[in-house]
């Protein structure tokens, strides 16, 4: 291991646990230093001095997120593997922690027309292409531009053509830890031709820790009157579904789990919840509070802000205990969330959905926030 990462972690983990047995536990950076394509690959540690956080620049992957409960003891409860080799050869999810895009969630049947002409990209997922296509981008190295205490800078450049996608898109990445237990998200994204975007993040959340237990019991509120339904290959039809009287009404707070296993079409089609929330806000470019997840035995707590139009909320409906995570321990059935800020899946192929097509001279925004906090 290199000195330089010997000293930051020896320096986080005294400030982080302060020599109580309520502390932390990092991961060591050698686990995740290799070459991967002929770039070199780390471990990162960012820290506000409350929340810490690793990240590997293989993917600009979450691998730990240490956060304190209402009794201030610690759990790390992000999903995530030990080592780099997991990540690269997994036969698990391929997606914990990562940045997915360049088209996050789903391209019905791995086509679409931009400009008259036909793209195909990769089916690799029932036929459809999903999270971006067989190399994405968190199959790939990042550079790592900047790293602070509690921010780090990736860039990369996705290259005409990678996964079927026209254009050179050059993406500018932010993760920061902020004062006020923020885990802020920011892209920023341009092209040399018209192309399509949609990024997102990947964590699987439980606020329980990895391997906790169920999430079924965490309170959940979303703000959204409809979600987009999908058919039995989670492709969305093109319509809207309003929530009211529903399983997938979570306007008011309920508990993930009161109504999962509903007799309903749409939760058949995604084995409990796995689909799209219209976000209940203007597409306005202003960042907004629209949802807040909570575990009422710990009293940890998240809410979710974005300038983004909608919300992939998925409960871990296809973890069967197959394989463990970073602490030795399976990764098991409705055990996390992911909880992606997004535009809607199938965008491209739908021409009443808000459009992810970006051309030349534009630039691509996008924050989503992270608050954390207990009740």
Known sequence: MKLKHILATMLLFTACCGGNNKGITLLPAENFQREVDGAKTDLYTLSNGNLTMQVTNFGARVVTLWAPDREGTMADIVLGYQNLDRYINNTGERFLGSVVGRVANRIGNGTFT???????????????????????????????????????VFHYIAADGQDGFPGNLDITMCYTLTNDDKFVVTYSATTDATTVVNLSHHSFFNLKGEAGGTITDHILQIDANYITPVDSN???????????????????????????????????????????????????????????????????????????VALQFYSGNFFDSSYDGKYGKPLSFRESVVLETQKYPDAVNHENFPSVVLNPGEEYKHTCIYRFYTK
């Open 114 to 152: 931009l400009e008259g002409k036909e793209y195909h990209t990769p089916l690799n997922n029932n036929g459809q292409t999903l999270h971006g296509g067989e190399k994405g981008l968190d199959m790939v190295v990042w550079d790592v531009t900047s790293h602070t205490e509690n921010s780090i």
């Open 234 to 308: 989670l492709i969305p039809t093109g319509e809207l579904l309003a929530v009211e009287g529903t399983p997938f009404d979570f306007r008011k707070a309920h508990a993930i789990g009161d109504m999962i296993d509903y007799d309903h079409e749409q939760i058949k089609n995604g084995r409990g919840y796995d689909m799209n929330w219209v976000l209940d806000r203007k597409d306005n470019g202003k960042v907004v509070k629209v949802m807040t997840i909570y575990e009422p035995h710990n009293g940890r707590a998240m809410d979710v802000l974005t300038d983004q």
